[in-house]
């Protein structure tokens, strides 16, 4: 059984509930009139064509095959967590009887925290930083008449005055011990060092874990250090932490406490006690929102106490985009922020900040991460604040991604997005051969039943199907028409009407009866041209989107 898990259950392309027609919520009563109607309409003894005959066998046992899966809440549940290859895996203790459907949701969690543990065991998690300073003050901050008479004096110096490089990977001892070996190099003006650090983390509960490190460099001389975390109240949680730096100068011992508590939902308040070298006192408020981040906090400390505010806003897109801002103001000074960030691919992120300050000046952040890597680089641009360098270091980031993200990022994500879609029609072009293979048959058999539909529905001036396509549809504006990847899907919902009615459930079309996916990977939509009581009406639907029609809103006047 844990076998089994091993390998990702996928769920199939072949849907019971869109097949079926019902919604994922729907009652046995509704699953089991959908069966019946299906059951008329694909039964073998109704067919005398002997090619006609083994085509209706086929679908009529697949649809048999749907009911059975749906209309028993054991099966039924497991379809819903795993799919169809769910039902076809031996061995699972989940399929007892006895067990019912929120219980065989719990025992897959379980196989599913052995699994996850597993492979933790294989995992190291590497994580690093790349830091890069550069100091451009010269390209706002300089005397001319010290540059004429030195070769090259007309261009600006820009130079790397520091470098910061860290790297860190877990090993996982056992599933409740995870050891972290850590090493960080830095260089500033020509002078650096580096150090390593070992940290073993102990999860003693689900309350709690405890770590103790152990560090050396060529600087600070060796440390030791011990953190302990604990939930005190399902709303509360408190941290300490307690240090030992060695070095030349004798020991110096530092501690740090923390208590957080939830407020709400979306609030925390922290409060945090630092005795050491620089002691301080800070309390903060933070509120997280889908739309928003706020941070609020206070601190009172030597050297330093300031009082700072920020405020960050999220754009509800694809590309999650975010824009924030912060003010600080204390003994150092005054600092005002603000930047944006922006996901460029799927696993990369890119952040600009810009810093203005009395006496820091104005500097730029430039931020790109990587999956688990992250490359900083500061660049210091003036001493004062001087108009000029903040209007450049505002304008110029803007400007240079828009022109990379039009140049570079996006013929190189359509690039691959394409790529990727071809590889995934290779992969299924069998699967979709035979799926349009058993659809052509399926539009066959209802051949008989769609005419008996058309002439009850015609008699009472009801629903009529005129014309109706599934796919991508393309709109081609130098020919003056519409070129789609399309299929003729008229005699399937034909087939569907009721009464009068036709009523799709929030799935994918490309399950439904007499229908296959045209064009997969690719948004699709359906187009349907039907006429009720006389009049014409027309309406396109997304894939996903549920439909029901006759709708007043999609009748068209006669001149259209």
């Given at each position: ?21 019902v919604r ?9 009139s959908?069966?019946?109607?299906l ?6 003894d ?13 679908l ?21 967590i ?6 076809e ?25 052995e ?7 294989q ?11 550069i ?8 005397y001319?008449?010290?540059?004429e ?19 860190s ?7 409740s011990?995870?050891a972290?070996?850590?090493g960080?190099?830095?260089t500033h ?20 874990w ?11 001389g ?6 302990v975390?604990?939930n ?21 011992p530092?501690?740090t406490t ?36 706020f ?5 009172l ?5 300031y009082l700072?505010?920020s405020y ?23 600092l ?13 992120v ?30 210091h641009?003036?001493?004062?604040i ?5 209007f450049y ?10 022109a ?7 013929p190189?994500?359509?690039?691959q ?6 590889k995934q ?19 066959l ?30 709109s ?5 028409r519409?070129s ?14 009721k ?18 996916d ?16 006389g ?6 639907s ?19």
């Amino acid at each position: 059984m844990a076998a089994a898990l091993e390998n990702e259950l996928e769920v199939d392309n072949e849907d019971y509930y869109s097949l079926l027609n019902v919604r994922r919520e729907a009652t046995q009563d509704e699953v089991k009139s959908s069966y019946r109607r299906l059951c008329m309409l694909y039964h073998p003894d109704k067919h005398r064509d002997p090619e006609l005959k083994r085509q209706a066998e086929q679908l009529f046992t697949y649809v048999h095959q749907a009911y059975e899966v749906l209309s028993d809440p054991q099966s039924r549940a497991i379809y819903d967590i795993f799919g169809k290859k769910g039902l076809e895996v031996e061995g699972w203790e989940v399929v007892e009887r006895k067990r019912t459907p929120a219980e065989i949701r719990e025992e897959y969690e379980r196989l599913q925290r052995e699994r996850d543990e597993r492979r933790l065991q294989q995992r190291t998690n590497p994580k690093g930083t790349i830091s890069v300073g550069i100091d451009a003050t010269d390209l706002f901050d300089r005397y001319e008449e010290d540059f004429e008479d030195v070769p090259g004096g007309g261009f600006p110096h820009i130079e790397i005055d520091r470098m910061h490089i860290s790297q860190s990977i877990e090993a996982p001892l056992t599933t409740s011990d995870t050891a972290v070996l850590s090493g960080s190099l830095s260089t500033h003006n020509g002078n650096g060092g580096g150090s390593i650090n070992l940290c073993v983390r102990r999860v003693t509960s689900a309350r709690g874990w405890g770590e103790l490190e152990f560090g050396a460099g060529d600087i600070r001389g060796p440390l030791f250090g011990m953190k302990v975390f604990r939930n005190v109240t399902a709303r509360c949680f408190v941290t300490a932490q307690w240090g030992l730096q060695f070095s030349s100068r004798g020991v110096r011992p530092s501690a740090t406490t923390m208590m957080a508590r939830h407020f709400d939902q979306n609030t925390m308040g922290y409060l945090q006690w630092r005795w050491g070298s620089q002691s301080a006192m800070t309390t903060s408020i933070v509120r997280d929102t889908k739309t928003s981040h706020f941070t609020l906090a206070l601190q009172l400390g030597v050297p330093h106490s300031y009082l700072m505010m920020s405020y960050q806003y999220k754009f509800q897109d694809e590309d999650q985009t975010k824009v924030k801002g912060s003010i600080k103001t204390g003994f150092f000074g005054t600092l005002v922020e603000y930047g944006a960030e922006r996901k460029i691919s799927r696993h990369s992120v890119v952040a600009a900040t810009v810093s203005i300050g009395v006496p820091q000046g104005v500097s730029l952040k430039i931020r790109l991460n990587r999956a688990s890597q992250t490359y900083l680089f500061p660049i210091h641009l003036t001493d004062q604040i001087l108009p000029s360098a903040v209007f450049y270091v505002t304008v110029g980031p803007l400007a240079i991604y828009l022109a990379v993200q039009k140049l570079i990022i996006m013929p190189y994500v359509r690039a691959q997005k394409e790529q990727e879609l071809e590889k995934q029609k290779e992969v299924s072009a069998s699967e979709i051969a035979r799926r349009k293979q058993e659809a052509e048959a399926a539009v066959l058999l209802m051949q008989e039943s769609v005419k008996r539909i058309i002439d009850a529905e015609e008699s009472k001036m009801g629903l009529i199907i005129l014309n109706a396509w599934y796919g991508k549809f393309v709109s081609d504006n130098s020919q003056k028409r519409e070129s789609a990847k399309v299929i003729d899907v008229t005699v399937p919902l034909q087939c569907l009407v009721k009464d009068s009615k036709l009523i799709l459930t929030e799935a994918s079309k490309a399950g439904l009866p007499g229908f296959y996916d045209p064009c997969v990977g690719e948004e699709k939509s359906l187009k349907l041209l039907y006429q009720f009581r006389g009049a014409m009406h027309q309406v396109l639907s997304g894939d996903t989107e549920p439909l029901k029609i006759p709708k007043q809103c999609h009748r068209i006047d006669s001149e259209a």
